[in-house]
């Protein structure tokens, strides 16, 4: 069935560092969206994307759709940027709009 | 501006009763309305979809029903909870059939507790 690798499960950084989040995907897909999820269940919308890069503050994101993955970077990072990222695999299929999306990524930022 | 509000915040019910949940998306017309299942600790998996009044897609079944009586309003129910169903359900809209994209909105969501 359609999948998509999320990794790495868990993430710790120290304020101020950066690092990556990849989801590699086995099935043909229009577009990716990453949300972030709060402690409050919240799922913040970071990127939706077709194709390409795009940069928001201290994050950017890229979707190479031929070879079928997605990159977050962080940059910098702050305590607020504590939270469990999600990438979702947007499906166009008979069913209608399908997300499938990831494990998440558990990101603890530390002082 | 859209919101998107979804009711109660939380439940706790016991097993073998019924349940409804609700979601009102307000300030788009004719959106795409989803109902998405989170386990605690866990990912996302989408359960319904519905494009049009009336109209609802299972995408998984986990003995729940969707219905959209309204263009801003989509229910999720069952007649008798399981265990199984604890967990933290999110609404989301995305725009309707033409629009330039179908990137999705999640609601505050709503935590179910099943004993």
């Known amino acids: 069935g359609d999948q998509v690798e999320q990794s790495p499960s868990a993430l710790s950084l120290h304020e101020g560092t950066g690092s990556a989040l990849r989801c590699n995907f086995t099935?043909?897909?229009?577009?990716v969206q990453w949300f972030q999820q709060n402690s409050r269940g919240s799922l913040i919308n970071l990127f939706y994307?077709?194709?390409g890069t795009k940069e928001n503050g201290r994050l950017k994101s890229t979707f190479n759709s031929k070879e079928s993955y997605s990159t977050l970077h962080i940059r910098d990072a702050q305590l607020e940027d504590s939270g469990t990222y999600f990438c979702a695999a947007e499906i166009y299929g008979s069913s209608g709009n399908k997300l499938i999306f990831g494990i998440g990524t558990l990101l603890s930022v530390k002082p | 501006a859209q919101t998107i509000h979804q009711w109660p915040v939380a439940e706790i019910k016991a097993v073998g009763s019924p349940l409804s949940l609700g979601c009102t998306i307000k300030?788009?017309?004719?959106?795409?309305l989803y109902w998405y299942w989170q386990a605690t600790g866990g990912t996302l998996q989408q359960l319904f979809y519905?494009?049009?009044?009336?109209?609802v897609e299972s995408v998984v079944q986990l003995n729940l029903s969707a219905s959209r009586p309204k263009d801003d309003q989509f229910i999720l129910s069952t007649e008798k909870l399981l265990l199984s169903h604890s967990g933290f359900y999110l609404c989301?809209?995305?725009?309707?059939?033409?629009?330039?994209?179908?990137?999705?909105?999640f609601g505050p969501g709503t935590r179910l507790t099943v004993l």
């Open positions: 300030g788009k017309s004719s959106p795409n």
């Open positions: 519905s494009i049009t009044v009336g109209q």
């Open positions: 994307l077709a194709s």
């Open positions: 099935t043909t897909m229009r577009a």
């Open positions: 989301a809209w995305s725009l309707g059939v033409g629009g330039r994209s179908y990137e999705q909105y």
